[in-house]
Structures are given as C-alpha cells and as structure tokens.
C-alpha cells in the first residue's frame, strides 16, 4: 500500500447484532495498518461491554473511557500502546454502568479528544444493534463499517441498523419540528403516510420545505456505509454482499460499497481462544483478506462482481 493519508480518518465498525466478528475485524485491520507503518488507535466504544484488550491478548488496562468520560482525565491519560507495531488502545469502560449512556456533550467532548491525538487512522469498535449511542458515533466517523454474516437474520438486521442510522441522520439535520416528525413517524414502515423508503420520505419534505428538502437529499447521497461479510463457505456467500448493494439502492436510494469478505476459516477460533490476533502472524488467506479491507477502506475502493 502506498501513502493514502493527508489527515486523519475515523471509521467505525457497527452491526446489526453481536457476534458476527466486529471486534475481531477492527483489531485485525488495526494490526495490518500498523504493519503497513500507520499510527493507529484502537478505540473500544462498546460502552460498558468492553472487550478490545481481549482480542489483542492483553489484560484489561487500569485506564479506560470512563476515566476520560466521568473523571475528566485528559485522553492521553486513557491511551495505552499495546504489543503490536503502532497500534495503541484506549479500553472501554467496565466500571461504572453509566458509560454505557453518556450524555451528547460527552460523546462530542471524546470526539474533539480523539481529533487530538497523534495518530493517523483511529478505529471505533462500537456495540452491537441500533442504539442512539451507536449510530451517533457510526454517524460521525468517516467511514462506517457494518459486519454482516452471510445468514438470513444476521443481513435483515444489518439492513435494520442502515436504515435506523439513516432516519437518526435525518432527524439530527431537520430543525424544523414538523419535518423531524415526518421522519420519526416515517421510520414507522407501518406509517400512515404511506412513506416506504428514505427517498419517498425526502420527497415529501421536498414538498413540505424546499430547503430543508434539498438539505436531506444531499445528506442521502454523502451516507455511503460499507459491508464487511464475515465467516463466508461459498461464492453464493459472496454474492449477498453484490445483493444487498442492489437491495439498499433499490429500497433506501443509498450507495453502499463492499469492501471485502472474510472466509470461513478454523484459524479464526483457535485465534480468539488463544487470544492471539491472526494479522500478529501475517501471512495466509485471512492475512491478505485484512490487507484487501484495509486497502479498500482507505482508498475508497470496492469489490467488483465477477
């Protein structure tokens, strides 16, 4: 990989629901990009069920989020280097039970912090599902990352938490009161509205507030989520990450690049078990998926279908 950076970029790893490999993913492309000669940041944003020190094989650090979140210390007191060549590490919090909900000024405060830091990629590992915390912070990264598994309800929900990520994004931009509970009510599929996708949902404010309208349509098209399939046995599985391209421009009027796939692979759980990260040994097939990702999201690169 050649040099792609002229500032940092924040990208954030989301899902739908847990377990389909979004902190294995994070910390594994972390790894790569240190490899590479990054400065990366690996930041555990699972508030309250923080888990990133585990996959790097390293015992949970005394200093986490909460120190920064709840007691004011400065974000370089949080940030631990780990083992692995330019990958640092700020915990998530596993103390105190209200880092799981920080207020708005608290997440805006972390988010000017870690501007601040002298990294150049950081890499927010976020909680599973739709929580308003989650899509705030898989809202402000550069780029957001969504980890789907090649299995029914694994992609229903991923197609879940694009949609609720896109209407939170739209009722944050609407000021005008009557616009926002359009998109609330919108966010309804049973609406009576008869409002069934994002794009029949900005064209009503089109005709509601011209303005505010336009506002929205151009927020639609800078919302560009990536895929990411884990645990992948065939090219039938590859294909589902083509589909649910053509499925979210079909039905949200969005375009979502794939950016790579991981195959299914033994090394993965003998990996988690012995808490040893597989981008730490390079080499092999799962190395050179890693490489692809990483490649991909930085250079705004996608797979092609065959």
């Given at each position: 990989m050649g040099q792609l950076f002229d500032h940092k970029e924040i990208f954030a790893f989301g899902s739908g629901k847990g377990g389909?490999?979004?902190?294995?993913?994070?910390?594994?492309?972390?790894?790569v990009l240190g490899r590479k000669g990054r400065k990366v940041l690996?930041?555990?944003?699972?508030?309250?069920?923080?888990?990133?020190?585990?996959?790097?094989?390293?015992?949970?650090?005394?200093?986490?989020?909460?120190?920064f979140i709840h007691h004011n210390r400065p974000i370089q007191d949080t940030i631990i280097r780990t083992p692995f060549e330019n990958v640092w590490l700020i915990s998530g919090g596993q103390d105190i039970l209200g880092i799981a909900n920080p207020k708005h000024t608290q997440k805006m405060r972390l988010l000017k912090a870690l501007q601040e830091?002298?990294?150049?990629?950081?890499?927010?590992?976020?909680?599973?599902?739709?929580?308003?915390?989650?899509?705030?912070?898989?809202?402000?990264?550069?780029?957001?990352?969504?980890?789907?598994?090649?299995?029914?309800?694994?992609?229903?929900?991923?197609?879940?938490?694009?949609?609720?990520?896109?209407?939170?994004?739209?009722?944050?931009?609407?000021?005008?009161?009557?616009v926002r509970d359009l998109v609330e009510k919108a966010s309804d599929r049973r609406n009576d509205a008869g409002i069934r996708t994002p794009a029949e949902l900005v064209e009503q404010?089109?005709?509601?507030?011209?303005?505010?309208?336009?506002?929205?349509r151009d927020s639609l098209k800078q919302f560009r989520p990536r895929?990411?399939?884990?645990?992948?046995?065939?090219l039938a599985d590859i294909r589902i990450g083509f589909a649910m391209q053509a499925a979210c421009q079909k039905y949200f009027g969005l375009e979502v690049d794939f950016v790579g796939?991981?195959?299914?692979d033994d090394q993965v759980w003998r990996s988690i078990r012995t808490r040893q990260p597989l981008a730490a040994m390079?080499?092999?097939?799962?190395?050179?998926?890693f490489e692809t990702i990483a490649f991909n999201l930085l250079s705004n690169q996608q797979l092609k279908p065959e």
């Open positions: 389909v490999g979004k902190s294995f993913l994070a910390t594994n492309v972390a790894l690996l930041v555990d944003a699972d508030l309250g069920g923080a888990n990133l020190h585990t996959c790097l094989g390293i015992p949970a650090p005394e200093a986490n989020l909460s120190d830091v002298d990294v150049e990629v950081v890499l927010l590992d976020l909680g599973a599902g739709t929580g308003h915390n989650t899509l705030d912070f898989f809202l402000v990264a550069d780029k957001g990352v969504m980890v789907v598994m090649p299995e029914p309800t694994s992609v229903e929900n991923a197609y879940r938490f694009i949609k609720s990520a896109l209407y939170r994004r739209l009722i944050v931009l609407a000021s005008d009161p009557a404010v089109v005709k509601m507030d011209p303005t505010t309208g336009q506002m929205l895929i990411v399939l884990n645990q992948v046995r065939s796939y991981l195959e299914n390079g080499g092999g097939k799962l190395f050179r998926s």
